[in-house]
């Protein structure tokens, strides 16, 4: 039925009972029965929809409480995760600077800190920019130190910072000799071993009493480092296709993935 024709229907109904209840008095116990037909299933039907809204509103106050203590908490999670990794940071940063007292204590060398403060692209640190320089007393070709033992050589230097050339760079050539035996080999450079944590051992004589484990340090025959110093363990030793001499991998001392401090020594090898 058309909304229009109900609501005069019920407006009809609506005057009738109103003229019947001042016309005749003996009609209202019919009235009231009517009216209670009428009026109470609505009533009832209105109450209900006011509780449907009532619950409704409740619910929706109790989301927005929910939403707003998800907030809160979302908001102090990452303060925490701030917080852990502001504390890792110094935790690393820590252990670096501890293992570098040690190591100055391991060295009688004369030596300065500095900071790393730039690095080439990628995960290693092959070259890396500190900041240090010539106003501090840093000169091309100082030997650097980090962790156990050596990284690099100082390349390049300006007035406040310098340019450091590590060990596991494709270009980098250092003068070692087993520390137990003395015999003398070259460790060369190899970005695409270090992944395997790993650089070259190269030009060992065939004859040397050398083996897997043994500890390699810069030679005393090195024109440009400092003789002593630990590079790190070789390992898998082979004779080469020369029939002369033998080869391997030397596994360096040194994380080149995560350098934040460096001790510069501020002596340069005699030649």
């Given at each position: 039925m058309p909304v229009k024709y109900l609501l005069l229907i019920l407006?009809?109904?609506?005057?009738?009972?109103?003229?019947?209840s001042f016309t005749d008095i003996s009609a209202?116990?019919?009235l009231k029965d009517i009216t209670g037909y009428i009026l109470i299933p609505s009533q009832q039907g209105l109450n209900r929809i006011g509780e449907w809204f009532s619950d409704k509103a409740d619910n929706l106050e109790k989301l927005k409480e929910v939403m707003a203590e998800n907030e809160l908490l979302r908001e102090q999670n990452s303060?925490?995760?701030?917080?852990?990794?502001?504390?890792?940071?110094?935790?690393?940063?820590l252990e670096q600077l501890r293992q570098l007292y040690k190591l100055d204590e391991t060295y009688d060398y004369p030596k300065i800190m500095a900071k790393v403060i730039g690095k080439d692209p990628g995960n290693w640190f092959q070259i890396f920019q500190i900041d240090k320089g010539s106003a501090d007393g840093i000169t091309v070709d100082m030997n650097v130190l980090s962790g156990t033992g050596l990284v690099g050589i100082v390349t390049s230097v300006s007035e406040h910072s310098a340019i450091v050339r590590s060990i596991i760079d494709d270009s980098s050539n250092v003068s070692?000799?087993?520390?137990?035996t003395s015999d003398i080999c070259n460790v060369k450079g190899d970005l695409s071993l270090i992944n395997e944590g790993k650089i070259h051992v190269e030009d060992i004589l065939k004859d040397a009493k050398v083996d897997n484990g043994y500890t390699l340090v810069t030679s005393h025959i090195s024109t440009k480092y400092l003789p002593g110093i630990?590079?790190?363990?070789v390992?898998?030793?082979t004779i080469d296709a020369n029939n002369l001499t033998k080869s391997g991998y030397v596994t360096p001392v040194v994380d080149f993935e995560h350098l934040t401090y460096v001790l510069v020594i501020?002596?340069?090898k005699q030649h």
């Open positions: 407006s009809s109904i609506c005057i009738l009972l109103c003229i019947l209202a116990p019919y303060a925490l995760m701030e917080e852990n990794s502001r504390i890792a940071l110094e935790r690393t940063e070692a000799e087993f520390s137990i630990l590079i790190g363990y390992s898998d030793i501020t002596e340069l």
